[in-house]
């Protein structure tokens, strides 16, 4: 939740304060959601670090706060833990959208989201009857313990403003750091009978004093418009020891069980080889055709890496330039010219470097081709000759040898 001092941005405090992410402070099961509901409802989180709250709006869709996302952080390091207990199964974020001119932002899922019920958003018009009745707040944010996951408090409604509604305090619960973009949820008497109304926007640095953000009936038709739109792709499992990959110029890294891509050229550099401990990813300059995995030349093994291109004469070394893991390398191996070669198969280093073999090379002994024989020619014409030209030139022969009275031969 952001102080408000930092009414226009703030990146979550859990990010710059080695501070414990979890529950609303004081925080309690719900009184108006289900427990599929409740599940709904999780954190948001990098690594290991609290981020936000949010919840599903549908199975791939979550409605947060706006600005919990900024150029730092994006949608492709960012997972969501339904129920947000620590531990649990958690899902990667794929795309984050921001609400033009409210702090609002839609997400989307690289996956469906399993056994929870989407809340539903308030599509009819604040009331100012409204002022004085509570209101439950959901939130993952800065409290007690991670293992508790999202709770809820009652807060009662001071304001219906023209865009954002007001909750005063509370004497034994309060809205904190990392609550930002929690659901604040009334009854009604109507179908659907329990709706997220605003969402959590900012607040008092306390803790303890009021709290307020965006109505949903103000942005409800955008989320709608923009849940509309087409799906990206779902998001592929991978084994968490997997090496990072570049595809193109966007990177792939397995994180927590999932496929993470990230579009170098947003930032204007290439996908290529960054380090021994990090592998591939995404350099912070450019190297042209050359990428990650490199090449040899000439024995010189030339990649991109951290700063651009880099290359390492190999042959120098008495070492020869080869592909190792993933790369090229300068590694210890038989070398010819530099270049890593394989003496036991290579035709054109056949047990030793120069030694070219026409036929094939096995165990480093060249095996010469075996010649076809030569056809034997047929009586009369060449079984080489065209057939048509054949039957030609024995029909004329056969004529003359009949006019002549002469047998042919």
Known sequence: MRAVSLAALLLVACQEQEVASSSLIGGTASVLLSVSQQRAIGRLMVGDAMLCTGWASASRHLVTAGHCFNEQVTAGQVDFIPGGVAGDPRFPLVRVEKHPSLDVALVTLGVELPELTPLELNRDVADQRWVGQPLEIHGGGFGTSPMAGVTAG????????????????????????????????????????????????????????????????????????????????????????????????????????????????????????????????????????????????????????????????????????????????????????????????????????????????????????????????????????APALCLLLSLALRQRGEGRGERLT
């Open 154 to 385: 009652s807060f009662p409604l001071i304001s219906v403003g023209p865009v954002l509604l007001t909750v005063g305090r509370s004497q034994t619960q309060g809205v904190c750091r990392g609550d930002s973009g929690g659901p604040f949820v009334r009854s009604f008497e109507t179908a659907p009978f329990t709706r997220v109304v605003a969402l959590v926007s900012a607040g008092a640095a306390s803790c303890e004093g009021s709290t307020w953000g965006p109505r949903a009936d103000v942005f409800s038709e955008w989320v709608m418009e923009r849940m509309s739109a087409p799906l990206p792709a779902l998001s592929e499992p991978c084994a968490v020891d997997t090496a990072p990959r570049c595809e193109g110029d966007v990177a792939w890294a397995c994180v927590a069980g999932w496929w993470r891509p990230r579009e170098c050229a947003a930032t204007g550099s290439a996908c290529g080889w960054r380090s021994e401990s990090e592998g591939l990813g995404c350099l912070p300059a450019p190297c042209g055709a050359l990428d990650g995995h490199g090449v040899c030349a000439r024995g010189v093994a030339q990649w991109c890496g951290p700063g651009g291109p880099e290359q390492l004469d190999c042959a120098a070394r008495g070492l020869g330039c080869g592909w190792d893991d993933g790369g090229v390398r300068c590694q210890p191996c038989d070398a010819c010219g530099g270049q890593c070669v394989d003496l036991l198969h290579d035709a054109a280093n056949c047990g030793a470097c120069g030694t070219s073999c026409d036929g094939a090379c096995e165990a480093g002994v060249c095996t010469a081709p075996v010649a076809e024989p030569e056809p034997e020619p047929r009586g009369g014409c060449s079984v080489t000759g």
